[in-house]
């Protein structure tokens, strides 16, 4: 076993979306610092951002009912929708910067134009999703979206579940047509190669065994290569967490104060893919629903056409399922070794409050596939079990901290976790993820380079129009985003989409 020791400015740890992201924020604005990536997987955008495992929505709030709820007084909170649909935003606006500067190429094999829309079933529901409809109107944000309750029209928009439905219960849904899909497997594999084409460092087969601070700020992260079994050490001035589920392991290996008392919960997806060419010629939307009473938010069911492999596809689900691993190539000992004296407490306190939770993963995994038929028929009331394989998609890790909610309370969304010297930053947590990757990259360098941000702040400007702006209250910089993004990534203007080609 031999001991190989370099140095550089910058590691990525793990070759997802977020990796990809800060990488190509970092080369924009420091082109001269030495960046290496580590994954211990064979390729980049392998595990939670392939596009099999993840649903690739565009999360804009367009159309997730979760993000939008209602107050005691029957209002509608839409807080969250605004912020989630900003920072889809940023995002888009950093895809159309590296599009309009060559820095990758072919917009439409990682998105394509998609409408997005709401679909509810009884009074109470339809009542609801009016009330999301008229505040989210209000805003220039949501500017062209639809309502309708009347059968006939929603004939039109969505004729696959319209088919044979009875007509026995009010119905209704909202549509707006600029959501997308997103290939987020083919986005970060494009932004892989321009990072390598720009002398970034991709090491593949090389997996992150541990982490040390040396007392001048520096770390050391040891690797193993997976290629020959040698193990190599690896000194860098930043570091960088972004490998999915297998964050929190090496967050724990950093030892730093601010990953002590946070665990992590596994949740395993599954969907339903259509076999059945016809059928999915059928549909051309991403439909959600509204979560079952006392169902999670990461239940919430959706009808989605998705473009991959230059295939449109037809997925339904998510269904849970529980696996102790927190990746899909990860191992059975994954969650009981995140159990740390630090975070005992907090996990147990978790597992007592989220009874219900874990009630329901486990009617989940025992669920039959004519079970499952039976709540996709409430979407196609007409859908053919043979039509239809269950396809097992991602691990996520929801995270689990105390917070001012209580101890061990159980987190819906994505964290970032740096240290105070900002030396090193890991990512946790699930949707909306990978949509707002950009944001949350953002971030990740406003805390850990704060004597940089000043020097590079007209550039991130340039990338990102938007940027240190409250978008909502410049409907002008809104229009202006859509129209540059349409044009650019091929909207508009003569340029056919891959949803248009298929």
Known sequence: MSNNHTSTDVILIGAGIMSATLGALMKELAPNWNITMFEKLDSSGAE???EWNNAGTGHAALCELNYTSENPDGSIDITKAIKVNEQFQVSKQFWTHLVNSNLIRDPKDFIVRLPHMSFVQGENNVNFLKKRFEALSDSPLFEGMEFSDDPEKLKEWIPLMMKDRENDEPIAATKIDSGTDVNFGALTRKLFEHLEANNVNLKFKHSVNGLKRHSDGTWEVKVKNLNNGTVERHTAKFVFIGAGGGSLHLLQKT?????????GFPVSGLFMVCNNPEVVEKHHAKVYGKAKLGAPPMSVPHLDTRFIDNKKSLLFGPFAGFSPKFLKTGSVFDLITSVKPNNLLTMLAAGAKNMSLTKYLIQQVMLSKEQRMEELREF???AKSEDWDLLVAGQRVQ???????????????TEVVTAADGSIAALLGASPG???AVSVML???ERCFPEQLKEWEPKIKEMVPSYGLKITENPELIQQINNDSDKVLGFVDGNTSKAQEL
Do not use: C, H, Y
């Open 48 to 50: 939670s951002s392939n």
């Open 255 to 263: 030892g730093i104060p601010e990953g002590k008392r946070m665990g």
């Open 380 to 382: 196609i009331p007409d």
């Open 399 to 413: 995270v689990i901290k105390d917070t001012e909610a209580g101890r061990g309370t159980l987190q819906f969304g």
């Open 434 to 436: 990978a949509s707002t």
């Open 443 to 445: 971030e990740v360098l």
